[in-house]
């Protein structure tokens, strides 16, 4: 077998072996014949760079990285190719270096190897097929680095992702946990509050049994403690439907329930019954709205709670003789609803603090009304639902008070 048959036959085994990965080489020599040499041969299996020159060959290094640089060691200028190979390690580090020289002279090798870190050097003139294994040999170490850096930052990323998930993790567990703790003070609230509430009007229902167990009493003193009972049931009712209210709004999984309904008919049947309460304090109840108001997407239940809340609130601390008006209009998917009253009005302390669990007004209610101070904090968790707004216009006591509320609410369009 012929020298040249030898090398054809061993390129096209080490080419096969080698498809997964096609090596970068810069070959740097003075010698244009050689370098043309250089590259028919090797680009058969490789992208092949050459440079007659250490300037354009620094220019290559930095552009392409190469996984391999082959440089004659004198070259026809000032640098010499092992400063050249030097120079190129903080260009790329992880490039492989080998050396061609005439000489064979080991302390010079020794300094080049050590000085420009040269994985193999090789005499001339150069045998082909020799410098083909070296190639690969080193352009493989130079791709497993390569993976291996991949796989590295792979790694790295990951851990990354990982850390920040964990972080994401650990912050809404942190929240969970800080929501218990609010869940916890306001069930604890909740309790003392219940049982400070609830003392009077049980206290009046025992007087009340007491007074129809002694049987001493006439009619007149029978509709008295039938009235008693009747308020006290009442303040014992509102403050368990409000404690009710407040814990099932505050779980966390809580979700509106809308229906389809009509804005104009919902507000005439949810205020009706105040009608008779304002009617017996002689408070003119006055509704402002047309009948043009539409079919709408919301939650009828917890719509209801904010506007008995706000009318009763209205009347409550308004004294005989004044008046309450409701006001509601749809604008472009918003709801605006207001009601205005004559009454009490509230202190710059009233109005920052209103929306604070059992927080209670400096007024009293007009008319001896019980309050659980709840009312207005489950306007605003409402409120709060529908990404709306409310807001609080008084002129201090005695001047009366506005309460405006805007809900984000889609119209029903008919098909």
Same mark, same amino acid.
């Given at each position: 077998m012929s020298h040249k048959e030898y090398q054809r036959k061993s390129t096209h085994m080490t080419d096969t072996s080698a498809n997964t990965h096609r090596p970068t080489l810069l070959f740097v020599d003075d010698e244009p014949d050689f370098l043309s040499s250089l590259e028919d041969y090797f680009s058969t299996f490789a992208e092949v760079y050459t440079a007659a020159d250490t300037t354009t060959a620094l220019t290559i290094v930095e552009t392409y990285k190469p996984d391999v640089i082959i440089c004659d060691l004198r070259l026809k200028e000032a640098m010499n190719g092992i400063e050249f190979l030097e120079k190129t390690i903080t260009i790329s580090p992880d490039s492989e270096r080998i050396l061609i020289t005439a000489f064979g002279d080991i302390h010079s090798m020794i300094n080049a190897i050590n000085r420009a870190r040269l994985s =193999? =050097?090789?005499?001339?003139? /150069?045998?082909?097929?020799?410098?083909?294994?070296?190639?690969?040999?080193?352009?493989?170490?130079?791709?497993?680095?390569?993976?291996?850096?991949?796989?590295?930052?792979?790694?790295?990323?990951?851990?990354?992702?990982?850390?920040?998930?964990?972080?994401?993790?650990?912050?809404?567990? +942190?929240?969970? =946990?800080?929501? &218990?703790?609010?869940?916890?003070?306001? +069930?604890?609230?909740? /309790?003392?509050?219940?049982?400070?509430?609830?003392?009077?009007?049980?206290?009046?229902?025992?007087?009340? &049994?007491?007074?129809?167990?002694?049987?001493t009493y006439n009619d007149e003193d029978f509709k008295e403690l039938v009235s008693i009972a009747r308020m006290s049931s009442g303040i014992m009712r509102t403050l368990v439907e409000d404690m009710l209210t407040v814990a099932v709004m505050s779980q966390p999984q809580y979700a509106l329930n809308e229906d389809v309904f009509n804005l104009s008919e919902f507000f005439e049947i949810a205020i009706e019954p105040f009608y008779t309460t304002a009617q017996n304090k002689n408070i003119q109840l006055i509704m402002n709205w047309g009948d043009n108001l539409p079919d709408v997407y919301a939650d009828p239940n917890q719509l209801r709670q904010l506007t008995l809340n706000l009318v009763s609130n209205a009347i409550k601390y308004t004294p005989q003789g004044g008046t309450v008006t409701v006001h509601a209009q749809y604008n472009d998917g918003v709801l605006l609803f207001s009601v205005t009253d004559t009454g009490l009005g509230m202190t710059s302390d009233d109005i920052a603090n209103a929306f604070q669990e059992f927080r209670r007004l400096s007024a009293r209610p007009t008319g001896n009304e019980s309050s659980t101070g709840l009312g207005l904090f489950i306007v605003k968790k409402v409120v709060d639902m529908y990404d709306g707004t409310v807001n609080i216009q008084s002129d201090g006591q005695g001047k009366g008070t506005t309460f405006t509320v805007t809900l984000k609410l889609k119209q029903a369009i008919e098909e």
């Open positions: =193999y =050097y090789l005499n001339k003139p /150069v045998d082909f097929h020799q410098l083909k294994m070296a190639v690969l040999q080193l352009s493989e170490i130079t791709h497993l680095r390569h993976q291996n850096n991949n796989l590295l930052d792979t790694l790295r990323s990951t851990n990354t992702e990982l850390a920040e998930t964990v972080e994401i993790r650990n912050e809404e567990l +942190r929240q969970a =946990y800080s929501h &218990l703790q609010e869940l916890q003070k306001t +069930r604890e609230q909740m /309790v003392r509050t219940a049982v400070h509430d609830l003392k009077t009007p049980i206290g009046n229902l025992e007087l009340v &049994l007491n007074e129809l167990e002694r049987g």
